[in-house]
């Protein structure tokens, strides 16, 4: 089954934000680092592509044939989506295993695994 994590950093922090990333130890910091590597190196995964915020987004609509685009999105920014990757499995149960091991799960995140159709 393939999968798709869809990463939403919600209050996680990142290097974008240097100063909620600095309420991280340096030992946090390099296990962030070190967990999206891992996680990159896993089989059937593909690695993901982070996004820029959701303040850069144009959203695109079309309405009686005339195309709208309005900037940013029209979520939260706790549910806007930070990132993805795809991840081939047996099952979502390893689906599930590799999404919690993303550190935005533990940091104030979530991950949305969906599987793709084929």
Known sequence: MKFMLLIQQGDAPTPRDPNAWARLSADEQRAVYADYRAIN???GAT???QMQPPDTATTVRVQDGKTLTTDG???EMK???G???FFEADD???AI???SR???ARLGGAIEVRPIME
Do not use: K, M, Q, R
């Open 97 to 99: 295993e590799l999404a």
């Open 102 to 104: 993303v550190p935005a």
């Open 47 to 49: 690695s993901g592509v």
């Open 73 to 75: 999105p029209f979520v």
């Open 92 to 94: 979502l149960d390893a």
């Open 41 to 43: 190196e896993t089989p």
């Open 83 to 85: 990132g993805y990757l």
């Open 79 to 81: 549910e806007a989506l």
